[in-house]
C-alpha cells in the first residue's frame, strides 16, 4: 500500500506540473473535464478527471506489479521481508519466554503447552 501510495502522489504531482489543459486537450481529442485549476509560480495548472484516471491506473497496475513480484522472486521476498519476519520470529520467542514466565505451571515438560494467543 505504501508504494502505490507514493506512486501515486508522484504521478499526480508530475501530471499536475506537466499536463496543462492544452496538453490534455491533445492527448484525449476534446475538451478535458477539469476539476479544479490554479495558480503556482505564474502558470496555470488544472486537476482534471483524465489525469486522475491515468494516475489511478498506473497506480494500480505498478502496485500489482510490485505486490507480485515481491511475492514471487526471491531476492525481493529476501529483501523486502526477510527481515520483518526475523523480527516476528523473535518477537513470538519472546512472548513465549514471557507467558512462561507469568504461568509456571504451563511451562513446556510438565504436561503443558505454551499456548500462542
Request: hydrophobic share 50%; proline share 3%; charged share 20%.
Amino acid at each position: 500500500m505504501l508504494v502505490s501510495a507514493m506512486v501515486f502522489l508522484f504521478l499526480f504531482v508530475f501530471g499536475v506540473l506537466v499536463v496543462t489543459e492544452s496538453v490534455a486537450l491533445g492527448f484525449v481529442d476534446a475538451q478535458p473535464n477539469v476539476l479544479a485549476s490554479f495558480e503556482l509560480w505564474g502558470r496555470d495548472l488544472v486537476i482534471t478527471e483524465e489525469l486522475l484516471r491515468v494516475t489511478g491506473f498506473l497506480t494500480v497496475f505498478s502496485g500489482l506489479y510490485f505486490s507480485v513480484t515481491a511475492v514471487t522472486d526471491e531476492s525481493y521476498r529476501k529483501e523486502f521481508s526477510g527481515e520483518f519476519l526475523e523480527e516476528m520470529r523473535r518477537s513470538r520467542a519472546v512472548r513465549a519466554v514471557y507467558l512462561a514466565a507469568l504461568n509456571p505451571a504451563a511451562r513446556p515438560g510438565r504436561g503443558s503447552t505454551i499456548s500462542s494467543t
